[in-house]
């Protein structure tokens, strides 16, 4: 078992930048693939990045490609979303998650936060 707990969301005006931080509990960090999702109202949790175990491989939805960034410090069992030109259609909750059942893409992880909130004004 893993616990993930998100933080570092807020309101950020259209342009700005934010990081988001997972810190991890429980078994070894390392052992987790990780992913990033979001779910804005009324919308499906969509897929936004994807790092491995190590760090050396990641993935990114084409809509946020070019202004996001996924690291990992598996020394302190944190994985991060740095954001930046952020824009109104960013506005949705965050969710850390590990452990993918099948493609990293996919909603189908293990283990969950509890996700953060990000709102992007105009």
């Known amino acids: 078992q893993v616990q993930l707990v998100e933080s570092g969301g807020g309101l950020v005006q259209a342009g700005g930048s934010l990081t988001l931080s997972c810190v991890a509990s429980?078994?070894?960090?390392?052992?987790?693939?990780m992913g990033w999702f979001r779910q804005a109202p009324g919308k499906e949790r969509e897929f936004v990045a994807f790092?491995?175990?190590?760090?050396?491989?990641?993935d990114y939805a084409d809509s946020v490609k070019d202004r996001i960034t996924i690291s990992r410090d598996n020394a302190k069992n944190t994985v991060y979303l740095q954001m930046s030109s952020l824009k109104p259609e960013d506005t949705a909750v965050y969710y850390c998650?590990?452990?993918?059942?099948?493609?990293?893409?996919?909603?189908?992880?293990?283990?969950w936060g509890q996700g953060t909130q990000v709102t992007v004004s105009s």
């Open positions: 998650a590990a452990d993918p059942r099948t493609s990293y893409k996919y909603a189908a992880y293990n283990y």
């Open positions: 429980g078994r070894t960090f390392t052992s987790y693939r």
């Open positions: 790092i491995s175990r190590s760090g050396g491989s990641t």
